[in-house]
């Protein structure tokens, strides 16, 4: 069956989260989508959205923000589930061409130019411990003392090469959208954790709880 987002579905999200600004409110949902393998909104959602924008270059920035929304939820949800996901979101680029040839233009973000492996996992070490704050150094050990090769690539791939890429999507909303992503997944620890992390990486109480009932949302309401 395929599924859409109710226009009605849409303006409530707006007034129910104003916590979050326009982008963020439809990345959250976005990543929620994702997470759930509920590809075909996020068609509705973009759309929308992009249809909100009168400007190319605010099109082209919020279209990246999302493919980096989608791509670092990738260590979160699964590839599998990030592919459907971008799949749906390209498919609306495709029928715009002054869009498609915009994002055309925007150059690799992680490529062999840009990765030194000790500078990787500083990097990533220093998202870590923003994240995880006091107990960073708690749940890397827990995380070294289940399989240390687990602990390497979560410092030096997950979060160094992938999470703490902040051209286009900040730490902050990065794990905003880690909160959408994990409400479908039924993981309260993990969920805990970035809920905190978000706000130590300056996003309010209210953001927080705002990017919660979203996502929660969505989870919740089916067609």
Same mark, same amino acid.
């Not at 929308?48 to 924008?53: F, I, K």
């Not at 927080?208 to 996502?215: N, R, S």
């Given at each position: 069956?395929?599924?859409?987002?109710?226009?009605? #579905?849409?303006?409530?999200?707006?007034?129910?989260?104003?916590?979050?600004?326009?982008?963020?409110?439809?990345?959250?949902? +976005?990543?929620?989508?994702?997470?759930?393998?509920?590809?075909?909104?996020?068609? #509705?959602?973009?759309?929308?959205?992009?249809?909100?924008?009168?400007?190319?270059?605010?099109?082209?920035?919020?279209?990246?923000?999302?493919?980096?929304? +989608?791509?670092? &939820?990738? /260590?979160?949800?699964?590839?599998?589930?990030? +592919?459907?996901?971008? *799949? /749906?979101?390209?498919?609306?680029?495709?029928?715009?061409?002054?869009? *498609?040839? %915009?994002?055309?233009?925007?150059?690799?973000?992680?490529? /062999? *130019?840009?990765?030194?492996?000790?500078?990787?996992?500083?990097?990533?070490?220093?998202?870590?411990?923003?994240?995880?704050?006091?107990?960073?150094?708690?749940?890397?050990?827990? &995380?070294?003392?289940?399989?240390? %090769?687990?602990? %390497?690539?979560?410092?030096?791939? /997950?979060?160094?090469?992938?999470?703490?890429?902040?051209?286009?999507?900040?730490?902050? #909303?990065? %794990?905003?959208?880690?909160?959408?992503?994990?409400?479908?997944?039924?993981?309260?620890?993990?969920?805990?954790?970035?809920?905190?992390?978000?706000?130590?990486?300056?996003?309010?109480?209210?953001?927080?709880?705002? *990017?919660?009932?979203?996502?929660?949302?969505?989870?919740?309401?089916?067609?």
């Amino acid at each position: 069956m395929d599924e859409t987002v109710h226009p009605d #579905d849409l303006k409530a999200w707006d007034a129910e989260h104003q916590a979050l600004d326009d982008n963020v409110r439809h990345l959250v949902a +976005i990543s929620a989508m994702a997470s759930a393998n509920r590809p075909a909104p996020i068609a #509705d959602i973009a759309r929308r959205r992009l249809g909100q924008l009168e400007h190319l270059s605010e099109k082209t920035y919020f279209v990246q923000q999302t493919r980096e929304a +989608i791509l670092k &939820l990738s /260590s979160l949800v699964g590839t599998p589930k990030c +592919i459907n996901a971008m *799949a /749906s979101l390209m498919g609306v680029v495709g029928s715009d061409s002054d869009l *498609a040839t %915009e994002l055309a233009k925007i150059p690799i973000l992680r490529n /062999s *130019a840009n990765y030194d492996y000790e500078q990787m996992r500083a990097r990533g070490q220093e998202l870590f411990n923003s994240v995880y704050g006091r107990q960073a150094t708690v749940v890397e050990n827990k &995380l070294r003392g289940m399989y240390p %090769e687990l602990a %390497e690539v979560v410092m030096v791939d /997950s979060y160094g090469r992938l999470l703490s890429e902040t051209r286009f999507l900040d730490g902050r #909303d990065t %794990e905003l959208c880690a909160i959408g992503a994990l409400v479908p997944q039924d993981v309260p620890l993990q969920l805990k954790s970035h809920c905190l992390g978000a706000v130590r990486l300056g996003a309010t109480d209210e953001m927080v709880q705002a *990017a919660l009932h979203l996502a929660k949302l969505i989870c919740t309401k089916r067609p």
